[in-house]
């Protein structure tokens, strides 16, 4: 069965400070891979998603196979990165599995 | 166009009552979807259309649950004999070609069912 976990609830760093959002998935087919997010008393965005190979914001994200993991990573966190983060996987082409979600809290 | 709408926006029903959830996808987006959200965890999916035809419905749908796109465009979601377990976050996402991965969610439906 198709799983998607975020280890993390919550997650604080310092401004300036590397971040590392964990995502695992569990999928039996050919992942396809998005980032979700959800600013405060805003609606949830996409961010980004693996087959665009892009950076937003400052993010990336790189799918590994092996490890079966989607992390997102930024340099330098921002105040302005403060909200909910969910990892969400593609399945049968047409539903979408989400993550619980971590919250990453950036401190100035 | 002022992306996905969903009213109400919060919704306080006793046990027992039938509510029904109204989504206005982005216009001419071909692709609606249901989730519900419930405290601590992501969006669940519930069900899809592609244009008016239902796809797709979730095994955790109850037959209580159900959802209607009459013309293609906008979409209700009824919950019938509501119980307190049915109270979360209804989120409504519609997507389009080139991408229909890419969804574009509403405000959402708080419901609160006392």
């Known amino acids: 069965a198709q799983r998607v976990t975020q280890p993390e609830k919550l997650l604080s760093v310092f401004k300036g400070a590397p971040v590392e959002l964990k995502c695992n998935y569990s999928?039996?087919?050919?992942?396809?891979l998005f980032w979700y997010v959800q600013y405060s008393r805003q609606r949830l965005q996409l961010l980004l998603r693996?087959?665009s190979r892009e950076s937003i914001k400052g993010f990336t994200a790189d799918l590994n196979k092996g490890e079966t993991s989607f992390h997102l990573k930024k340099p330098f966190a921002q105040e302005e990165d403060s909200a909910m983060y969910y990892c969400?996987?593609?399945?049968?082409?047409?539903?979408?599995?989400f993550g619980s979600g971590t919250k990453l809290n950036v401190k100035p | 166009d002022t992306g996905v709408s969903q009213n109400p926006r919060h919704k306080i029903t006793k046990r027992g009552q039938n509510v029904t959830f109204r989504c206005d996808p982005i216009?001419?987006?071909?692709?609606l979807y249901w989730y519900r959200q419930t405290l601590g965890q992501g969006p669940e999916f519930l069900t899809y259309?592609?244009?008016?035809?239902?796809?797709?419905k979730s095994r955790l749908l109850s037959d209580r649950f159900s959802a209607e796109r009459p013309k293609g465009s906008f979409s209700t979601l009824e919950i019938q004999r509501t119980e307190q377990g049915d109270s979360a976050m209804y989120l409504c996402?519609?997507?389009?070609?080139?991408?229909?991965?890419?969804?574009?969610f509403g405000p959402g439906t708080r419901l609160t069912v006392l």
């Open positions: 996402a519609s997507s389009n070609l080139p991408s229909f991965n890419e969804q574009f």
């Open positions: 999928y039996s087919g050919s992942p396809e």
């Open positions: 693996h087959i």
């Open positions: 969400a996987l593609l399945y049968n082409f047409n539903k979408f599995y």
């Open positions: 216009s001419e987006h071909n692709r």
């Open positions: 259309f592609q244009n008016e035809a239902q796809l797709e």
